[in-house]
């Protein structure tokens, strides 16, 4: 039986824009995540959070507060244009900021597919491909109304 995996992602605003990695799918179509990925073991959950942002957008990163979970499950996913099996991800989003004097730019291990990084307009979240779809509803829903888990979303 295989266990969840706990993963970090890093909600940064700025300028009323969120920071997002851009993907193209296999059809090439653009697809928009939170930095982030998964905590190894023995690294506390920061550590997660400044290792995965410098890999993936190329900048350090100051971790303020959980700002929501939600869980990533999938019957199979693609890696590197091949199958992996069943994929089951815990995320804590943490509100992030970008350290002075820092800016994203190319990371040093982004992930497969990864194209970039993009700031997306908060208020035009809709006219794109955000993953997962529900976090797009939680970011421009008015903050006093947003629940602390987005629940489980199909990749």
């Known amino acids: 039986m295989r266990t969840p995996r706990?993963?970090?992602?890093?909600?940064?605003?700025?300028?009323?824009?969120?920071?997002?990695?851009?993907?193209?799918?296999?059809?090439?179509r653009e697809v928009f995540a939170l930095p982030g990925g998964g905590q190894e073991h023995g690294e506390d959950q920061?550590?997660?959070?400044?290792?995965?942002?410098?890999?993936?957008?190329?900048?350090?990163?100051e971790v303020h507060q959980v700002a929501c979970l939600f869980e990533v499950m999938m019957e199979t996913r693609?890696?590197?244009?091949?199958?992996?099996?069943?994929?089951?991800?815990?995320?804590?989003a943490y509100w992030c900021g970008l350290a002075e004097g820092e800016e994203p730019g190319e990371g040093t291990e982004p992930d497969p597919g990864q194209a970039g990084t993009a700031w997306l307009p908060l208020g035009r979240l809709a006219e794109h491909r955000i993953h997962p779809p529900e976090l797009a509803l939680w970011l421009e829903a008015d903050p006093s109304s947003r629940p602390l888990s987005l629940g489980v979303t199909a990749g």
Do not use: T
């Open 46 to 61: 920061v550590s997660a959070m400044i290792r995965e942002c410098r890999e993936e957008i190329g900048a350090r990163v």
């Open 6 to 28: 706990l993963g970090v992602k890093a909600l940064i605003i700025r300028d009323q824009r969120v920071l997002m990695n851009r993907y193209l799918d296999p059809d090439g």
């Open 78 to 92: 693609m890696v590197d244009g091949s199958p992996i099996p069943p994929f089951h991800q815990v995320n804590v």
